[in-house]
């Protein structure tokens, strides 16, 4: 008997099925999980996910999809019946990842992460069929992205509208964003889903020329890390909650902010913080539960995470923690809360070189604006952060990653 069937009748005999139970059971009939070490450490596994190996994007990358679909099924097979979708990650942590899921999974999973918040479960009971805007790059990759000009209709997709179709939005001209602001005003969204840099550029251009969009009820960040400047600038301009969701194309969305902090969707996945730090932060792992195509135990996601009694706090990814001069980490939402009283920057940049030399890059909201007193603040507490002094540069453009997604830390490793 396979190593994985063994694990699957051991599961069998218990009179009550965990989580756990249901994560090891999918693995049974997958070639990843029939190689060793994960033969081995499945057939002896304990109720205890730290008894398993776990899976690096490479692995991922070199085994994704076929690896990880039960035997006598094909991607090839599965698209040609109309039961999965194949999408591309990113690869904004790493090379880009063919990764697949049923029709209707990532709808599903989304619902429940959009449930997780009780505001957001309340409005949706009341208007179950709300509509809402887009405002991410059309570079990534994912179900709601696209990568050329579309007219109005070609963006219409049941009830959302995806608006802007530019990689850079500090590019756009005011008649262009005039007219993406009118796209949106006539579709009355019930809420913005935005990467938090394209809606915090979107959210200053209506401020500038006092847009009201009076159907909005809540806005909702994801795709990249949301920086407490973006954040006060949409709340700001709107009025509204910015609620921030978290996850990826490979697992689906795992947290949902509530008061704070991040709850997680317990029906998705399974969440681990190891190998933390005195401060508690540590590599979060995800065990995915409801995407059969593409079963994980264990996944290094590549972000640093907290956990703390009332949920989670995710810190950004791991390849952009910068290093302090004592050898420690210093994780972007570490960086990211020294702003938290520093206002009239529309977006920022801190990149550390190979010595340990930094550069903080900012964009004013104004144009031209020189943020002396900013400037000068944001040095002090960066340098006493990293323990090295941090020179200040007011900038025009900051250019994004080639997938499109934008960095807030940066650490150039050579």
């Not at 918040?117 to 887009?134: H, K, M």
């Not at 991410?136 to 963006?155: A, E, I, K, M």
């Not at 960040?221 to 949409?234: G, L, N």
């Not at 006493?384 to 200040?392: I, N, S």
Request: with cysteine; aromatic share 8%.
């Amino acid at each position: 008997m396979p190593a994985s069937s063994t694990s699957t009748a051991l599961r069998a005999s218990s009179e009550v099925s965990t989580p756990l139970d249901a994560a090891i059971r999918q693995t049974t009939g997958i070639p990843f999980y029939d190689q060793t070490p994960w033969a081995e450490a499945l057939r002896n596994s304990s109720q205890s996910l730290d008894t398993l190996p776990r899976i690096s994007k490479s692995q991922l990358r070199a085994f994704s999809p076929e690896g990880f679909l039960r035997d006598g099924l094909t991607v090839k097979s599965l698209l040609a019946e109309g039961i999965i979708e194949e999408e591309n990650t990113s690869g904004t942590s790493g090379a880009s990842v063919r990764v697949i899921f049923g029709r209707t999974w990532w709808a599903e999973q989304e619902l429940r992460a959009l449930r997780g918040n009780r505001f957001i479960a309340t409005l949706l009971n009341e208007l179950p069929d709300a509509r809402r805007a887009v405002f991410t790059t059309p570079g990534c990759s994912g179900v709601s992205c696209f990568n050329r000009w579309l007219n109005l209709d070609q963006r219409r997709f049941g009830q959302s509208l995806f608006v802007n179709q530019a990689r850079i939005p500090f590019t756009l001209g005011e008649e262009k964003l005039s007219a993406m602001a009118r796209e949106a005003a006539d579709w009355q969204p019930v809420f913005l889903d935005v990467d938090p840099v394209h809606g915090a550029w979107f959210a200053l251009h209506c401020e500038r020329n006092g847009i009201r969009l009076p159907s909005l009820r809540f806005i909702l960040t994801s795709y990249e890390y949301t920086s407490i400047v973006h954040r006060r600038i949409m709340e700001r301009v709107f009025g509204i909650p910015v609620i921030n969701l978290y996850g990826s194309s490979e697992t689906g969305h795992l947290l949902v902010e509530e008061k704070d902090v991040m709850h997680p969707i317990e029906e998705t996945a399974l969440l681990e913080v190891v190998e933390t730090d005195s401060s508690g932060i540590g590599q979060l792992l995800v065990t995915t539960l409801t995407n059969p195509y593409l079963p994980l135990l264990r996944y290094e996601i590549g972000d640093y995470a907290e956990k703390t009694s009332e949920g989670y706090l995710v810190h950004g990814r791991q390849r952009d923690a910068l290093r302090r001069a004592d050898g420690s980490i210093a994780t972007t939402r570490q960086v990211d809360q020294l702003f938290a009283s520093t206002d009239g920057i529309a977006h920022y940049q801190l990149r550390q070189k190979f010595d340990g030399t930094c550069t903080l890059l900012i964009l004013p909201e104004r144009p031209g604006a020189e943020l002396t007193k900013q400037r000068a603040a944001l040095s002090t507490t960066l340098s006493q952060l990293l323990g090295q002094p941090v020179d200040v540069q007011i900038v025009d453009l900051i250019p994004p990653e080639d997938s499109g997604k934008f960095r807030l830390t940066v650490r150039d490793l050579a």
